[in-house]
């Protein structure tokens, strides 16, 4: 979907190592991309907090990836699970 990037600034967080073409494509579509992969909970959580997030989407699902202990912990006003998920990169 297309949105205007004045009014609207959309940054992911990936949780996976690995990079792939997926992971570009994906990359190419974000105001901002941080790899969280490396990062615990909490300080994941004080990340998207100093990012000032609106809404955060959990795309992982339930999934060997997912976080919901950072989910727990409402590091966005509205957190929002996204029935699915996105293939992650890797193909895993």
């Known amino acids: 979907a297309d949105w205007d990037d004045d ?3 959309a940054i992911a967080y990936s949780n996976h190592p690995s990079r792939d073409a997926l992971t570009a494509r994906l990359e190419a579509r974000f105001s901002g991309w941080r790899d969280i992969s490396a990062l ?3 300080a994941a959580a004080r990340l998207i907090r100093e990012d000032r997030i609106d809404v955060l989407f959990h795309l992982s ?4 990836a997912h ?3 950072l989910l727990a912990a409402r590091p966005a006003p509205p957190t ?3 029935p ?3 293939p992650r990169p890797g193909g895993g």
Do not use: C, Y
Request: glycine share 10%; charged share 25%.
């Open 40 to 42: 615990d909970d909490d």
């Open 80 to 82: 929002t699970p996204v």
């Open 67 to 69: 976080r919901f202990q």
């Open 84 to 86: 699915g998920s996105l």
């Open 61 to 64: 699902g339930h999934t060997s």
């Open 7 to 9: 009014a609207m600034e």
